[in-house]
C-alpha cells in the first residue's frame, strides 16, 4: 500500500474542514460535549444534513459519539481540534487587520475623512 503525502493528507482534512456547518459544530462542541438536539438548536440546518456533517466528522476522526441512553453525545476526539479553531481565529483575524490597514491607506490617499 502505497502512503500518501503529507501535502495530500493536509488538503484532505483542509477540505473536510471546508462547510460552514462542520465547522460551527466543531466550534460548539470545542466548548462542551453536546447532544444533537442542542446541535440542532445552535444551528440552522435540517436533522438530516446535520446527521450527515456529523457522520463526517465522526469518520474522520474528529469528533466521537457517545450513547447516553436515549441520547447521542458528541464531543471533540482531542484537544488538536480545539487548538486548530483557534489557529484558524487568530490567522483570520491577522489576515483582517491587514486588510483594514490597507482600507485606511486607500482611503487616505483618496482624501476621504
Same mark, same amino acid.
Given at each position: 500500500?502505497? *502512503?500518501?503525502?503529507?501535502?495530500?493528507?493536509? #488538503?484532505?482534512?483542509?477540505?473536510?474542514?471546508?462547510?460552514? =456547518?462542520?465547522? $460551527?459544530?466543531?466550534?460548539?462542541? +470545542?466548548? $462542551?460535549?453536546?447532544? =444533537?438536539?442542542?446541535?440542532?438548536? &445552535?444551528?440552522?440546518?435540517?436533522?438530516?444534513?446535520? +446527521?450527515?456533517?456529523? #457522520?463526517?466528522? /465522526? /469518520? *474522520? %476522526?474528529?469528533?466521537? &459519539?457517545?450513547?447516553? %441512553?436515549?441520547? =447521542?453525545?458528541? #464531543?471533540? !476526539?482531542?484537544?488538536?481540534?480545539? @487548538?486548530?479553531?483557534?489557529?484558524? $481565529?487568530?490567522?483570520?483575524?491577522?489576515?483582517?487587520?491587514? /486588510? @483594514?490597514?490597507?482600507? @485606511?491607506?486607500?482611503? !487616505?490617499? &483618496?482624501?476621504?475623512?
Amino acid at each position: 500500500m502505497k *502512503s500518501v503525502p503529507l501535502y495530500q493528507a493536509k #488538503a484532505e482534512m483542509f477540505r473536510l474542514l471546508g462547510h460552514p =456547518v462542520r465547522i $460551527r459544530v466543531l466550534e460548539l462542541l +470545542s466548548e $462542551r460535549p453536546m447532544p =444533537v438536539r442542542d446541535l440542532l438548536t &445552535a444551528i440552522d440546518v435540517e436533522a438530516t444534513g446535520l +446527521s450527515q456533517h456529523l #457522520a463526517v466528522l /465522526r /469518520r *474522520s %476522526g474528529m469528533v466521537t &459519539a457517545q450513547r447516553e %441512553g436515549p441520547t =447521542v453525545v458528541y #464531543a471533540l !476526539a482531542g484537544g488538536g481540534v480545539a @487548538n486548530l479553531l483557534v489557529a484558524a $481565529r487568530t490567522l483570520l483575524t491577522q489576515m483582517l487587520v491587514g /486588510r @483594514n490597514e490597507l482600507l @485606511n491607506e486607500l482611503l !487616505a490617499e &483618496a482624501g476621504a475623512p
